[in-house]
């Protein structure tokens, strides 16, 4: 599915430094929920005392706190959204994840270190995941985002970005089959087109290409996980190598919904 659940296997944690806390910074939605972020930490030179290969993994995610249904049904959302997963908490999944992820590091970074000595190198794996919430969300809901950087080796490490919708009363994500009408994509699909033609100066696609080299590798899309629903207008998000090459980074258009009015799901959106 997507990069945030590469990983999964059985393991155990053996790290120098192992944290999990719950931050003081606290979000309060409009109404419903309460987010609180959860840090979870873990670090490991592959041997201790000496200059070594090592990896460091942190997450950052805000998650609702509290036990009421709407809260539950909150985080239920985000581990099925970002990691697939439903019928383990959210907390679970981000140990299971971070547990994952440094038995594997740690099995690849020992495959390349000389452990009787001779040419050895000190690079380290770095994985980091952090989550916000657009403060211009709109109103009743939470427009959720993941950001994933990491660094394992080779000439650049990776950013990518993950977003969900999630009704702050019911906790329940607005899926892009919610919001937009079916017969309506190719409409909302050109109006992203527009939106990035004119955030770059350019009068068509062709233009857009050859002036930016965005949508080379591919066409604009709309599905689950890319597009945030803000205060006036809907943002779409492309990760590098998407539609277009790395050096153009992450790729986002914004679209109002008054050019989006007969593309929406009647009241698709929580009423102001």
Request: with cysteine; glycine share 6%; aromatic share 10%.
């Amino acid at each position: 599915m997507m990069a945030l659940m590469i990983l999964f296997v059985s393991c155990t944690g053996n790290q120098t430094s192992n944290t999990t806390s719950s931050d003081s910074l606290t979000i309060e939605a409009q109404q419903g929920v309460v987010l609180d972020t959860i840090t979870h930490h873990l670090h490991k030179e592959i041997v201790e005392g000496r200059e070594t290969p090592s990896y460091d993994i942190l997450f950052r995610v805000l998650a609702a706190k509290g036990d009421d249904e709407a809260s539950r049904q909150f985080n239920s959302s985000l581990t099925k959204a970002f990691w697939g997963r439903d019928d383990i908490p959210l907390d679970s999944v981000i140990h299971t994840q971070a547990d994952s992820l440094s038995r594997a590091f740690e099995s690849e970074l020992k495959e390349f270190y000389d452990f009787t000595g001779g040419d050895n190198f000190s690079s380290q794996y770095t994985y980091e995941i952090q989550s916000s919430v657009a403060e211009d969300s709109y109103p009743g809901l939470s427009a959720y985002r993941m950001a994933l950087s990491s660094y394992l080796g080779g000439a650049h490490g990776s950013y990518e970005e993950y977003c969900v919708n999630v009704n702050n009363l019911t906790g329940r994500a607005i899926h892009y089959s919610d919001f937009f009408r079916d017969e309506s994509l190719p409409q909302v699909k050109k109006l992203i087109q527009e939106s990035l033609m004119q955030k770059n100066g350019c009068t068509s696609m062709d233009q857009l290409v050859e002036k930016t080299s965005i949508c080379a590798l591919g066409e604009v899309y709309v599905r689950d996980n890319n597009f945030l629903l803000l205060a006036d207008s809907v943002e779409f998000l492309y990760n590098p190598y998407e539609i277009a090459p790395w050096a153009c980074g992450l790729v986002t258009a914004r679209v109002a919904y008054s050019d989006l009015t007969s593309c929406i799901v009647p009241d698709a959106l929580p009423q102001k």
